[in-house]
């Protein structure tokens, strides 16, 4: 029996302390502890995306850092960014580009989209497909997602609304 760790996260703007085993992953505190299920394990090897969250305004695979490692880091989740009354420009940009197919990889394809926005509004194509090299999704062939993310980044360029 591992004995458990006390951490302390800020999630989605809010303080969390928990008592977790140190080999708890931040995918399965967002999911488990947290019911923040909009954060997918699928992979369970850093190899998909499905599980991207912001830590410190970086992308990463939550499923890859484990407890000691999140501990005291600023975390945001898909549902952080924006919900059903208030949809985040990203989120808006996946629906009107129907970017959106089973949605599993869609919260990491956005928490992805939404950290290269933040810094580079104005990304290239090659930008763009860099961005998100380690997201995968079976149903799509990313086109859209694409697009989604260009059209996100001309919404902000002409609205000049911060991310």
């Not at 999704?137 to 000049?160: D, F, H, L, N, P």
Request: proline residues 6%; negative net charge; hydrophobic residues 35%.
């Amino acid at each position: 029996m591992t004995d458990l760790w006390p951490i302390q996260i800020h999630v989605n703007g809010r303080n969390v302390e928990l008592n977790v085993s140190p080999l708890t992953s931040l995918a399965q505190i967002l999911r488990d502890h947290l019911g923040l299920t909009g954060t997918k394990i699928s992979c369970n090897e850093g190899e998909c995306g499905s599980c991207t969250v912001l830590m410190n305004g970086l992308p990463v695979n939550s499923c890859l850092v484990l407890a000691p490692q999140a501990d005291q880091a600023d975390i945001w989740t898909i549902e952080g960014l924006g919900g059903p009354d208030h949809l985040h420009p990203l989120q808006k940009a996946f629906l009107s580009q129907g970017a959106v197919q089973c949605g599993y990889c869609t919260p990491g394809f956005i928490i992805s989209g939404v950290a290269l926005l933040r810094e580079n509004p104005e990304p290239s194509l090659s930008e763009i497909q860099e961005a998100l090299e380690g997201n995968l999704c079976r149903c799509t062939g990313y086109q859209k997602i694409v697009q989604a993310i260009q059209s996100c980044a001309q919404e902000i360029q002409t609205s000049g609304e911060k991310l």
